[in-house]
């Protein structure tokens, strides 16, 4: 009896509603952050095809010099050291997306 005497607050309806919204608010802010972090361009399918071609780039050239195709690719190889070879390959499609991967081979002569 003696704690219903000293802790009775009036509720107000308008407070309760403002301290609502503002905990739905927090949350959806949260979810909202988490949802644009996983969806990223790193994440797009394109994103992996462009990767795939640019590996599949890679061996071919490590195969064949001569079959590799030509367009939107460039490929620099820098020598690091005597047994370390640096192969950058950059893809660029058509919608100016640049794609670039490194390589590092090692070559024992």
Do not use: G, H, W
Not at 46 to 68: A, G, P, R, W
Request: glycine content about 0%; hydrophobic content about 40%.
């Amino acid at each position: 009896m003696l704690s219903k005497k000293y802790y009775k607050l009036p509720a107000n309806s308008i407070l309760e509603s403002v301290i609502a919204l503002t905990i739905i608010s927090i949350c959806l802010y949260f979810a909202v952050m988490i949802f644009a972090s996983v969806y990223t361009s790193k994440t797009s399918a394109n994103f992996y095809c462009t990767q795939n071609m640019v590996n599949e780039i890679f061996f071919l050239k490590e195969i064949e010099n001569d079959s590799l195709p030509n367009k939107n690719i460039l490929i620099e190889e820098e020598l690091l050291s005597k047994d370390l070879k640096k192969i950058s390959v950059t893809f660029k499609d058509s919608t100016r997306f640049k794609f670039e991967k490194s390589f590092y081979v090692q070559s024992n002569f």
